[in-house]
């Protein structure tokens, strides 16, 4: 599924690589993976075929549907980046391995506090028991890693991913590979060489909305134009906790994805 290229010129080791090589390898459609946890060594990968999500062809079941519309989880942007990384690289199963190396960890930490990683939080009260976190350029989202440890948790991320990147303007949804899990919700394969080209049509014109700001617009918190990431991202935590006018976040986020792209 997946070849190794070493056409890039790395940073020592143990140095996390720098948010400029990343986002360059994101445009380039290629991204780093390490064999194991305590690796520090990366490789790129460019997969043959790659998996997205058009955004106006998400399925959300009636049962997932019904989830999302009772709040059944607190759904935040970008405020525990780091913890849902740390989540993702745990051992799942029988796999005591993973992808995420600590070299990888702090080099989206970087690229997060550059501004172009960002995560979706899903909290029972002040637990943390799903989310998601990926890379935002253009009108691109790369969608890295998810985890769930509450039932539907990660689907519940995956459709407020969704519908916030529709609000923001973005185009293109990736994925990298298939899975059940993302075919059920609309998920469909593409090669490498067309996947390239949506990366170049999507990197035409305006970027899209930043999501925490997309967050905010979407849920009608005041301070949508608040300064810094930080702020916006508490403004969205506010806005989560209040919803708009009598409607839920929830079902503020089910009607966004009923609405015509």
């Not at 990660?154 to 059940?180: H, N, P, Y």
Request: with cysteine.
């Amino acid at each position: 599924m997946e070849h190794h290229s070493d056409n890039m010129t790395e940073p020592g080791a143990d140095q996390p690589i720098p948010a400029e090589m990343l986002l360059l390898a994101y445009r380039s459609g290629i991204f780093p993976m390490a064999d194991g946890r305590e690796d520090p060594d990366i490789f790129w990968v460019e997969p043959r075929e790659r998996a997205i999500i058009p955004l106006d062809g998400f399925h959300m079941s009636r049962s997932l549907a019904k989830a999302v519309r009772q709040d059944r989880f607190r759904v935040t942007c970008n405020h525990a980046f780091a913890e849902v990384m740390a989540k993702c690289a745990e051992p799942r199963g029988e796999d005591r391995e993973s992808w995420i190396s600590g070299r990888i960890t702090n080099s989206y930490i970087g690229l997060h506090r550059a501004g172009h990683a960002h995560s979706i939080e899903c909290w029972q009260g002040d637990t943390l028991v799903g989310g998601l976190y990926g890379v935002q350029f253009d009108r691109v989202f790369c969608g890295e890693s998810m985890f769930s440890r509450a039932p539907d948790a990660s689907k519940i991320a995956l459709t407020w991913l969704v519908a916030l990147l529709r609000q923001a303007g973005a185009e293109l949804l990736d994925c990298q590979f298939m899975t059940e899990h993302l075919a059920t919700m609309g998920a469909v394969e593409i090669s490498q060489a067309q996947y390239v080209d949506l990366l170049g049509e999507a990197g035409k014109g305006e970027p899209a909305q930043p999501l925490p700001e997309a967050y905010v617009s979407l849920l009608g918190a005041a301070g949508s134009g608040a300064g810094d990431g930080a702020a916006v991202a508490r403004g969205a935590g506010e806005a989560a906790a209040r919803g708009n006018g009598d409607s839920s976040p929830g079902k503020l986020i089910a009607q966004s994805l009923t609405q015509t792209s």
